[in-house]
């Protein structure tokens, strides 16, 4: 088990084919055993949610080999690397009416899904709407702070990737998935049983001139400083 973690968590690709059987080299059958039950639980489960894959998808057993070599390099791919995220996703799907087999990208977003509502975030489309809300009428607002917000977490994620969007120019499809990234970001942070602070308004930085004096005081002591002549 701690090997497929470790090989989801580092991308490993080669380790990933050779976990799943997917390759010529030869496979640890103790690794081999614990990564086709873990995959043989999760498809079980899923079995007995969409009945109808067991006579369409998955009928032939070599279709079922296949289909979980690339639900492993989905995961992989996509950073579901542990059984919280699992079951966040056998949540989502349980919620879901359709009677046939999830994509593996459907059950990802599950999985992602079902993570951020255990976290009270919303889901990665509901936080784009609320940042093209706050696009829209952040001039309204004395101050980022004084918007309508839902929660801390959304202040932080939002106006993070508005000023991100601000400063590099950001298309529309990089905005989305900075917010994913952020997403992500807070979610660790709130599981990790850290506290979001609330947004808090800046107190504007004011800059008082110096008198002629001072002024021209304080430019013999730089030069001072700096060894510079006057």
């Known amino acids: 088990m701690r090997n497929l973690v470790a090989a989801i968590q580092n991308r490993d690709a080669g380790a990933l084919a050779r976990i799943a059987g997917d390759s010529n080299h030869p496979v640890d059958r103790g690794v081999h055993e614990d990564v086709e039950r873990l995959v043989d639980i999760l498809f079980s489960n899923l079995k007995q949610l969409f009945p109808a894959s067991v006579s ?23 950073g579901i690397a542990n059984k919280q995220q699992l079951s966040a996703g056998m949540k989502q799907a349980r919620a879901n009416g359709s009677p046939f087999w999830p994509s593996p990208g459907q059950f990802i977003e599950w999985c992602k899904e079902g993570e951020h509502r255990a976290a009270g975030l919303p889901s990665d489309e509901e936080l784009y709407d609320m940042f093209k809300l706050y696009c829209r009428d952040r001039g309204m607002y004395d101050s980022s702070e004084e918007f309508p917000w839902e ?39 709130i599981e990790s049983g850290e506290v979001i602070p609330p947004p808090r308004k ?17 430019i013999a002591e730089i030069r001072r400083k700096h060894g510079l002549r006057s």
């Open 56 to 78: 369409t998808a998955l009928r032939d057993p070599r279709d079922e080999a296949a289909a979980k070599r690339q639900w492993i390099a989905a995961f992989a791919e996509n």
């Open 151 to 189: 929660s801390p977490a959304c202040f932080h994620m939002v106006t993070a990737v508005y000023n991100q969007m601000r400063s590099f120019n950001l298309s529309d499809s990089e905005c989305r998935k900075r917010l994913a990234d952020e997403q992500r970001k807070m979610s660790r942070r």
């Open 202 to 218: 800046q107190i504007p930085h004011l800059h008082i001139p110096l008198s002629n004096d001072k002024g021209l005081d304080r």
